[in-house]
């Protein structure tokens, strides 16, 4: 009876730990919302591109990307919930390599969803870090995103937008 129980045990742990691995490789192939509109997420991007606290300089003759995921609906009005990911890139002995970078959640707004998108008109709000990033993301986000910020999986957005700075460099 004992070896039975242990047997049984045993398999309940097998499944659970299948469950996990399942879960893990099911977020690494979450597929993007996207936003219904291509000039939104260019826009977005350029825009974040001239704000220091997603893009800044530390390497002469550096590239600098922005790509962005909807963690809202692609119906959704402004403002709109993203998470933005900003890198800062350079080329050595033949490798690109990110230099610095930014990568989180962030509210963008825009005056007037009809006219063409002029970066100088968006506005954003994003978390501060350390103790106030909780309390942050629960002021600034409705809950169907909070959730979605806690399950983000970062490294999707990190393989493209490495995988943009490769192409600028030439080197994919």
Do not use: H
């Not at 609906?73 to 033949?94: H, M, N, T, V």
């Not at 006219?115 to 506005?123: G, V």
């Not at 309390?135 to 809950?143: L, Q, T, V």
């Amino acid at each position: 009876m004992a070896m039975k129980n242990i047997l049984i045990g045993l398999g309940i742990l097998i499944i659970l730990i299948a469950l996990f691995f399942c879960q893990d490789f099911a977020k690494e192939e979450q597929e993007s919302v996207g936003f219904g509109n291509d000039y939104i997420e260019e826009a977005i991007s350029d825009y974040l591109l001239t704000i220091s606290d997603f893009s800044w300089k530390t390497e002469k003759d550096s590239y600098n990307v922005c790509l962005i995921e909807n963690l809202g609906s692609k119906e959704d009005l402004f403002p709109l919930y993203i998470w933005a990911y900003c890198g800062e890139y350079i080329l050595q002995r033949g490798e690109v390599i990110m230099t610095s970078g930014f990568s989180g959640p962030v509210k963008i707004n825009y005056p007037n969803e009809l006219s063409f998108y002029d970066i100088n008109r968006f506005t954003y709000e994003a978390p501060r870090s350390g103790s106030f990033y909780s309390e942050d993301i629960k002021m600034i986000f409705p809950s169907n995103v909070q959730s979605k910020i806690l399950d983000f999986n970062v490294n999707i957005i990190d393989k493209k937008n490495q995988q943009k700075a490769e192409s600028y460099y030439g080197t994919n």
